[in-house]
């Protein structure tokens, strides 16, 4: 991990925050300017939803992840995010919840 990796995961950690992010069962690391993003995301506060909008039960939905991925890749050095999140999968660019 470079200095920059490092500086990026303080960075990234800040995002998370910013948006109640929970970081108990989320692990995240970056890699030569790749955000790795893995486990369960769960909010600590959910925001107000608008009406239709898709969340799973811990209130996290596509709105979010797209959120997420947008101020993370604002972060000096980071160019993409690769994400395994429970209960999600991307397909191109579109998010679904994925029911076990």
Same mark, same amino acid.
């Given at each position: &991990?470079? /200095?920059?990796? &490092?500086d =990026? #995961?303080r960075?990234?950690?800040a995002?998370?925050a910013? #948006?109640w992010? #929970? !970081?108990?069962?989320?692990?995240?690391?970056t890699?030569h300017?790749? /955000?790795?993003?893995?486990?369960r995301l769960? !909010? !600590? $506060? +959910? *925001? *107000?939803?608008? *009406?239709?909008e +898709?969340?799973?039960? =811990?209130? /996290?939905g *596509?709105?979010?992840l797209? $959120? !997420?991925e947008k101020?993370i890749l604002k972060t000096?050095? /980071? $160019?993409a995010v690769t994400w395994t999140? +429970?209960?999600w999968?991307r397909?191109?660019?579109s998010? &679904?919840q994925v029911r076990?």
């Amino acid at each position: &991990m470079t /200095v920059d990796d &490092m500086d =990026a #995961n303080r960075q990234i950690r800040a995002v998370f925050a910013r #948006n109640w992010v #929970n !970081l108990q069962k989320l692990d995240y690391s970056t890699t030569h300017g790749t /955000v790795y993003v893995r486990g369960r995301l769960l !909010l !600590l $506060h +959910e *925001p *107000p939803s608008e *009406p239709g909008e +898709e969340r799973d039960r =811990a209130g /996290v939905g *596509p709105k979010l992840l797209y $959120h !997420l991925e947008k101020e993370i890749l604002k972060t000096k050095g /980071v $160019h993409a995010v690769t994400w395994t999140i +429970e209960g999600w999968q991307r397909s191109g660019e579109s998010w &679904m919840q994925v029911r076990h």
